[in-house]
């Protein structure tokens, strides 16, 4: 079955490594905002902190839903995990969608990829790249670096926020996304670390 | 609806949905809605139709909705093209024209740049299966046209290689790719094997689904060689991409992404790798200096990501030592690369030297295309594709060339200087490419690190076309460009060349090579690009350079038509060419002239052009579009309206004159530009005046198009009535203005110029466009007059309207004027209707003066066809109140009355001008049918009458009157009746008048048998003593006596007293006496009696009787008795003859008595004893009817 096509509206992707945090932020604010989006990690797996820097908590991809996770955690630790945040965000995300989703599982074609740290760039582009092309369609894959913590996480979907909705007024975003990217860098008000842009074809 | 079909589903089930869906799809009101009832059908008929024939037959209705002024369903269509040929590739022969269609859709509509986008895509996807396909179809000639039809639509892709579309550049490299790849031979099997590993996942894509291999050399439509140097030719046109300095972050991105996918699955093609190899070197260290910081990031990333791609693949062990090199110029570190070695090579130098294996590999192509080439000789002798392959490798020449050169020259003390030097040109800001690229030298001033640098340097100067490579590379470029234009002749499609802005003057080649040059400092480093500054790049240009620039622009612009047309930017081209032209102030004659020469060349292809640049200066003159003034010149400079419009008709005139020159008149083209161009000027309607039929054709296309300029056309349009070329123009002119006269809305302003014409025939010199070269100046002609009457008159015919002012014209017009009008008008007047209703109105308004025109209208309308009664009112009202000529009324005679008949009478019969028309003044009398009565007005009979009781009154009249009586009486239409029954009338007159006599003389001469009716009538005129009127009578009837002969003898002799007997020979002289002696013995006994004894005596021959008497003697054996017998019978007859004396007195006197009682009876006893047919005496019985 073929993937219906939109051709009105951008198809919006943020990655990050976990699908957890970060990416979920910024799926949240798009998504009442009325984007297209969906959210994905590029990851092996689904690493959450642990209570020490040695033991984090990992599962699979697609397979374990948020809600199972959430009451893992409960199981585990429920004060530890209330403290740090974790079980808050993790309940968040199960309001969003079922489960962790892994970007290189999907099937679907976007326009605009937004990655959330370099590495995941480097995955999201290397997975691109080395699938066989099909639709011949371009995606443009951009990287926005954002911290993994809960502050950085949020004041970060805030500039996602800024990226897609100037994407989203291109009247033509292929041929103005450079320009929109050249500004997006250049706001004053916001420090944009590490931008980066590639174009790849599904 | 349900997005699942079940399989099993037969499938006229399944057409049902699918029309279901596509009647529902056509009536949806809401778009999101039409998309999914769509989305549904092209589902179905993709994915579930097993048999693939649905999707043929519903194709079409698919394809309808492309005319959808929705964005979204336009994109629909095209992703359903895609889909459906990617399933059956048949589907491209119904879907290539909507492909194209779409393809060149208006730039104007909303997301236009987007649909082209994807139909790009499409044909991205759709081109190797679609290439399968028509490998497979070799005899099946639609799919040839299709393929020929994509091959166009190819080539429009390509041009859009240059579009300023960001987006569509980056899907139009992709689509390079694609041809690239497909057009490509896939590389030997063992190296694919031993590729496989890396590329592995690219097996599926539609990459690996054709290439060149698979095209068999003898296709019958696809042809091998041509998709060979296309490929070449376009991966060149890839690599040159590299080279230009605006390309966007985005497309470069793109650009290292598609050249490394051709040289990983195309590694051993014509030295691929090698070549790319060296465009990513010059590309590193020549990043576009319009890349922000980020984007350079980016871009070398890529670059990098890509290399070790590269680096990884076996085949590039050739070029393994530049990736290291390059990656770790990228900041690759040395773990990274050796992570990324390919596996086996380890094993390299155990087999000797690096590279071996590649270059077998390449040595096997090369046989290979040896072998391939033989099996073609004639290819091979100048096939590019091998030319090619040998001289690529020359660039790398050029560099190593210089490299070595610079190499032997980098001692301490130069690249000090070169350093210090280049201390002093160091921009202020550290570029963002040298920010991000710059690497700490690990090993400097090593001998790897002295030919790293020299090679940078070399690529530097290469670049820059400096060096002594670069003459190498020179010729190489040149021949390459020869390559191409080539293979564009061979018909191959290939991306345009990008253009590379390099410095404006390149110096001459020979003093490049001086050796001062070369060490410039700006060579020292791989020094990066300065950001672009605008301010600081750019000098004011002179005016010269300015206008030169703008000469060269135009030159080039106008150069690059067929690319225009390849691309489907015409219009665009015309519009540029157009714009310079008219719209900047400076220079103008200098571009208009270029511009309609331009035009001129090739007139068939650029009429459009004309017609643009026409309108555009016209859309000047009224204000809709302007010309570009600065500011400051505003004042000086403006043009006014009356300018605008000199300007105006300046070009149309300047392209009418040099066609006319060239001789191209009959070219559409000419005609084009009277008939579309916004307005037609005077000046340029005068070219048609030139070119006989054709230019009148368009003349008339003009004057029933151009409104407001109608009437200056049919002026112009008679002017050419008064060409001096031969007389078929004019009769065009005619045919052309009857043509328009028949068009309700012309034929007033045809009419009022007809008019005017008419009118000016009447000035005292000719009108300017009167006049022809070839008469005398100023002076009216026979010729001018003709010519001026030819067209009116032609006219005339249809139009009688345009009687009445030739009638005044003619009045007021001079002698000459008029005598050409009376000879014209014949053959068209008559063709004119006695009923017509202005030709009534003429002869009733008649203009002072124009009574003669009128008169001969008359005459040649009423020559076949008797007058009307209308007609014969007003002509007779015009003869009574003009008191016009008799002669005008001729025609009508047979419409008048009998008293108008009699009066006009003696106009023609005794009036010396008129005598020749008195016959046919006759003869219209007497055959003339009166329109009430339908009869003749007048009988003979009653003419005759009429005639003698015409009074002459002088003796020229009297000839006249007597002269014409033979003329009335040798009329076929008098007949003997009629002459008897008009004499018969003139006797009872009172006084006779004396051309009756000489009517008896003459009548007696035609018709002999009425002899013995004129003796009777002369016996009456005798009798009834009517010859004694006068003396004139007396003459009169003397004088037809004496011709009347024997005829009037004997009534003469019977009835004549001895005086009058006397005065008779008195006035006949005594040779009658002789004559009539001759004829009294011929007279019977009883006619004898009555002569009286004075006649008897004069004329009886006594000698002659005497001897007949002694003759009789003779016989009678003249005995005595005899003679006494004799002597007593005359004694007896002597007695007798007395006594008859008397009786015939008194008879005489009782007949006399008896005649002058004039009884009416009498007339039937003339008849009686005339010497008349039976017939004819029933007849004038018949018609006296009424006289009893």
């Not at chain 2, 698979?214 to 296709?219: A, C, E, F, G, K």
């Not at chain 2, 002058?1156 to 003339?1166: C, I, L, N, Y």
């Not at chain 2, 017939?1175 to 004038?1180: A, K, L, R, S």
């Amino acid at each position: 079955m073929t993937i219906r096509e939109d051709f009105s509206t951008i198809r919006f992707a943020v990655s990050c490594s976990s699908n957890m945090n970060r990416s979920m932020e910024a799926h949240l604010m798009l998504s009442q905002r009325g984007f297209n989006v969906e959210s994905y990690g590029s990851g092996n797996q689904v690493k959450l902190p642990g209570k020490s820097a040695d033991t984090p908590n990992c599962y699979e991809f697609e397979t374990t839903t948020y809600d199972f996770i959430y009451n893992d955690l409960i199981q585990k630790d429920k004060s530890y995990y209330t403290q740090n945040g974790l079980l808050n965000m993790i309940d968040r995300n199960r309001r969003i969608k079922e489960a962790p989703q892994k970007f290189q599982l999907t099937n679907k074609e976007f326009d605009v990829i937004i990655c959330l740290e370099e590495r995941v760039y480097d995955q999201v582009v290397d997975h691109l790249h080395s699938r066989p092309e099909k639709s011949g369609n371009p995606v443009h894959v951009i990287n926005v670096d954002i911290v993994d913590n809960a502050e950085e996480a949020t004041v970060g979907a805030f500039a996602i926020l800024d990226l897609c909705s100037r994407l989203s007024q291109c009247d033509d975003l292929d041929a103005e996304i450079d320009d929109v990217l050249g500004e997006f860098e250049a706001n004053p008000n916001r420090k944009v670390n590490n931008l980066l842009h590639t174009i790849c074809f599904y | 609806m349900d997005k699942f079909v079940e399989p099993i589903e037969d499938t006229a089930t399944v057409a049902e949905r699918v029309s279901k869906a596509i009647k529902e799809a056509h009536e949806a009101a809401n778009v999101d809605d039409k998309l999914k009832l769509l989305e549904d059908a092209a589902d179905i008929l993709i994915n579930n139709d097993q048999s693939a024939h649905l999707l043929d037959s519903f194709c079409e209705e698919m394809l309808e909705f492309v005319d959808n002024p929705q964005f979204t369903i336009k994109c629909f269509v095209v992703s359903f093209i895609q889909r459906a040929c990617l399933r059956d590739p048949e589907v491209t022969k119904k879907a290539i024209t909507t492909l194209s269609a779409l393809l060149s859709i208006d730039r104007q509509y909303p997301g236009a740049s987007r649909i082209i986008r994807r139909v790009i895509i499409a044909c991205t996807n759709i081109y190797p299966s679609i290439i399968q396909w028509a490998v497979r179809k070799k005899t099946d000639l639609e799919a040839g046209a299709c393929w020929e039809a994509f091959s166009i639509l190819k080539g429009r892709i390509l041009q859009l290689i240059d579009n300023d579309n960001e987006g569509i550049r980056t899907v139009t490299l992709k689509f390079l790719e694609t041809i690239v790849l497909a057009q490509s031979p896939r590389p030997v099997k063992d190296d694919a094997v031993s590729g496989m590993e890396m590329i592995s996942l690219e097996e599926k894509s539609r990459h690996e689904l054709v290439s060149l291999t698979d095209v068999p050399r003898d296709h019958r439509f696809i042809s091998y060689r041509k998709l060979q140097i296309e490929a070449d030719e376009n991966f060149k046109s890839l690599l040159n991409q590299f080279t230009l300095m605006h390309l966007s972050a985005q497309n470069l991105l793109v650009l290292i992404n598609v050249v490394c996918n051709i040289a990983k699955l195309r590694s051993g093609w014509e030295k691929t790798l090698e070549r790319i190899m060296d465009a990513l070197e010059v590309l590193h260290v020549n990043l576009p200096p319009t890349l922000g910081t980020s984007q350079v990031k980016s871009v070398r990333k890529e670059l990098k990501f890509h290399l070790f791609r590269l680096l990884k693949m076996p085949a590039a062990v050739v070029i393994q030592q530049k990736l290291i090199t390059l990656l770790t110029d990228l900041g690759a570190s040395a773990s990274e690369v050796n992570r990324n070695l390919p596996p086996n090579s380890a094993m390299l130098p155990k087999r000797g030297r690096r590279g071996e294996a590649a270059e077998e590999t390449a040595k096997r192509a090369r046989v290979e295309a040896k072998i391939e080439d033989d099996e073609y000789p004639d290819e091979s002798a100048a096939g590019p594709s091998t030319s090619s392959a040998s001289s690529e490798p020359s660039q790398l020449t050029a560099i190593d060339v210089t490299a070595q050169w610079i190499y032997e020259r980098l001692n301490p003390q130069l690249v000090t200087n070169l350093v210090l030097i280049s201390l002093v040109t160091f921009p202020e800001e550290m570029p963002a490419m040298f920010a991000s690229s710059y690497t700490p030298i690990a090993a400097a001033g090593t001998e790897n690190q002295k030919k790293h640098l020299a090679r940078m340097m070399a690529t530097q100067a290469t670049q820059a076309e400096i060096g002594p490579g670069f003459e190498q590379m020179k010729a190489e470029k040149l021949k390459r460009m020869q390559d191409r234009i080539e293979a564009r002749k061979q018909g191959a499609v290939i991306a345009p060349t990008p253009y590379v802005n390099r410095d404006t003057q390149p110096e001459p080649s020979g003093s490049k090579k001086s050796e001062a040059k070369l060490p410039l400092p700006t060579f020292t480093a791989p020094k990066p690009k300065q950001q672009f500054n605008l301010i600081s790049s750019v000098q004011k240009m002179t005016k010269k350079e300015m206008s030169e620039v703008f000469d060269h622009l135009y030159h080039r612009i106008m150069g690059a038509e067929r690319r225009a047309i390849q691309g489907g930017a015409i219009q665009q081209q015309n519009l540029l060419l157009v714009i310079r032209a008219s719209r900047f102030q400076s220079n103008d004659e200098h571009f208009e002239d270029l511009l309609i020469n331009y035009i001129i060349e090739e007139h068939k292809q650029r009429t459009e052009l004309a017609l643009l640049y026409l309108t555009e200066i016209y859309a000047q003159y009224q204000g809709f579009s302007h010309i570009h003034i600065p500011l400051k010149q505003l004042r000086d400079h403006g043009m006014s309206k009356s300018q605008l419009y000199e300007r105006y008709d300046r070009i149309l005139c300047k392209m009418l004159k040099n066609l006319t020159v060239r001789d191209l008149h009959r070219e559409t083209i000419f005609h084009k530009l009277l008939l579309e161009s916004p307005t037609v000027t005077p000046n340029s309607v005068v070219y048609l005046k030139e070119f006989s039929a054709l230019g009148l054709t368009t003349l008339r296309e003009l004057i029933l198009t151009r409104n407001r300029q109608r009437l200056e056309l049919i002026d112009l349009l008679f002017s050419l009535g008064f060409h001096d070329k031969p007389d078929k123009l004019r009769q065009s002119v005619v045919d052309i203005v009857k043509e328009l006269w028949e068009l309700s809305y012309l034929r007033e302003d045809i009419r009022n110029k007809l008019r005017e014409q008419i009118e000016c025939c009447t000035l005292d010199v000719p009108p300017r466009h009167f006049q022809t070269l070839l008469e005398a100046p100023n002076k009216w002609t026979e010729n001018i007059y003709r010519n001026a009457l030819h067209l009116y008159l032609a006219l005339l015919q249809i139009d009688t309207t345009l009687l009445m002012p030739l009638a005044v014209a003619y009045a007021k017009g001079p002698i000459e004027f008029k005598r050409i009008v009376l000879r014209l008008v014949e053959p068209v007047v008559k063709t004119i209707g006695v009923q017509n209703q202005e030709m009534l109105d003429l002869v009733a308004e008649c203009p002072l003066g124009a009574e003669t025109l009128i008169l001969r209208f008359v005459h040649l309308i009423t020559e076949r066809n008797p007058p009307t009664r209308e007609l014969v009112d007003r002509v007779r009202s015009l003869h009574a109140t003009r008191n016009t000529d008799a002669r005008g009324m001729i025609p009508i005679l047979s419409g008048l009355d009998r008293e108008d008949i009699v009066n006009l009478l003696p106009h023609f019969v005794l009036n010396s001008s008129n005598q020749k028309f008195v016959q046919v003044v006759i003869k219209r009398l007497l055959t003339g049918k009166n329109p009430d009565t339908l009869e003749p007005t007048i009988t003979g009979e009653d003419l005759i009458f009429e005639y003698h009781k015409l009074e002459p009154r002088e003796e020229e009249e009297r000839k006249m009157h007597v002269e014409n009586l033979s003329e009335l009486l040798d009329s076929r239409h008098i007949q003997k009746d009629h002459i008897a029954a008009a004499i018969e009338k003139i006797l009872e007159l009172d006084v006779v008048p004396p051309l009756f006599y000489h009517t008896l003389t003459v009548v007696d001469k035609k018709f002999p048998s009425l002899d013995s009716f004129i003796s009777n009538v002369v016996q009456k005129v005798i009798l009834r003593e009517l010859w004694k009127a006068n003396d004139e009578t007396r003459k009169a009837f003397f004088r037809s006596i004496i011709q009347l002969r024997s005829v009037a003898y004997a009534p003469m002799l019977t009835e004549f007293r001895g005086d009058e007997f006397l005065e008779f020979v008195e006035y006949a002289g005594n040779q009658i006496i002789l004559d009539l002696r001759d004829f009294y013995p011929t007279l019977s006994t009883s006619q004898r009696r009555s002569v009286a004894t004075e006649i008897s005596d004069k004329v009886r021959d006594k000698d002659a009787e005497e001897k007949q008497r002694l003759k009789a003697g003779k016989d009678g054996k003249g005995s005595k008795e005899n003679k006494e017998k004799e002597k007593d019978k005359d004694k007896e007859r002597e007695d007798d003859r007395e006594n008859q004396e008397q009786e015939r007195e008194a008879m005489r006197e009782s007949r006399r008595n008896k005649e002058q009682q004039k009884e009416v009876g009498t007339r039937f006893a003339h008849f009686e004893c005339a010497d008349l047919k039976r017939q004819n005496c029933i007849h004038f019985y018949q018609n006296n009817m009424f006289y009893f």
